[in-house]
T-cell receptor, first 113, second 114 residues
Framework: LAKTTQPISMDSYEGQEVNITCSHN???????ITWYQQFPSQGPRFIIQ???TKVTNEVASLFIPADRKSSTLSLPRVSLSDTAVYYC??????????????FGGGTRLMVKP | DAGVTQSPTHLIKTRGQHVTLRCSPI?????VSWYQQVLGQGPQFIFQ???????GRGNFPDRFSARQFPNYSSELNVNALLLGDSALYLCASRRGLAGTYEQYFGPGTRLTVT
């Protein structure tokens, strides 16, 4: 699985757009980029997954440039409840036996009033 | 629909003791994975079980074991507890053995070893 690098922490204010960038220089051709969100004392929650260009859902957008060596998770108009740790994962879209998710340290987002 | 459930929520044990943690997957999900999350770090994979068989194992000592029951619920057992076993233990379920990155995590069991 490709190694990922994310900022350790970020601060933002309510109503702002937050962009969290993840570097994955060794991403393989078949790898997808997935983001999870984790609130304190809860399990991680799948947010979004993408392969190239842009993916958008009701929670976030994921921007992936043509070289796919990085990706950016964009959270529009954050609120206090978006304070969480965000994990970027890179690996094949389909898992076989072993089904192992590899989490790095994640980015701690603190949203202030 | 009920999500992944885990019990107990919190647990305090003494070094050398044994602990059993329980997980019930989402209805219809046959795969259960266990993760350990030490404070300040991301979750680390321990086991995956599918159809009552171990299908994957992370880099954890033999003190850690697990099993899956016919109803797809699962138990994680840890023997001879060490202080370093203090962590949040997460269970995740998915429908099949293979699939996308989308797994569903439970709220976890907070284990404190004193």
């Amino acid at each position: 699985l490709a190694k990922t690098t994310q900022p350790i922490s970020m601060d933002s204010y309510e109503g702002q757009e937050v962009n969290i960038t993840c570097s994955h220089n060794n991403i393989a051709t078949n790898d997808y980029i997935t983001w999870y969100q984790q609130f304190p004392s809860q399990g991680p929650r799948f947010i979004i997954q993408g392969y190239k260009t842009k993916v958008t859902n009701e929670v976030a957008s994921l921007f992936i440039p043509a070289d796919r060596k990085s990706s950016t998770l964009s959270l529009p108009r954050v609120s206090l409840s978006d304070t969480a740790v965000y994990y970027c994962l890179v690996g094949p879209r389909w898992f076989n036996a072993g089904n192992m998710l590899t989490f790095g340290g994640g980015t701690r987002l603190m949203v202030k009033p | 629909d009920a999500g992944v459930t885990q019990s107990p929520t919190h647990l305090i044990k003494t070094r050398g003791q044994h602990v059993t943690l329980r997980c019930s997957p989402i209805s219809g999900h046959k795969s259960v994975s266990w993760y350990q999350q030490v404070l300040g770090q991301g979750p680390q994979f321990i086991f995956q079980y599918y159809e009552k068989e171990e299908r994957g194992r992370g880099n954890f000592p033999d003190r850690f074991s697990a099993r899956q029951f016919p109803n797809y619920s699962s138990e994680l057992n840890v023997n001879a507890l060490l202080l370093g076993d203090s962590a949040l233990y997460l269970c995740a379920s998915r429908r099949g053995l293979a699939g996308t990155y989308e797994q569903y995590f439970g709220p976890g069991t907070r284990l404190t070893v004193t």
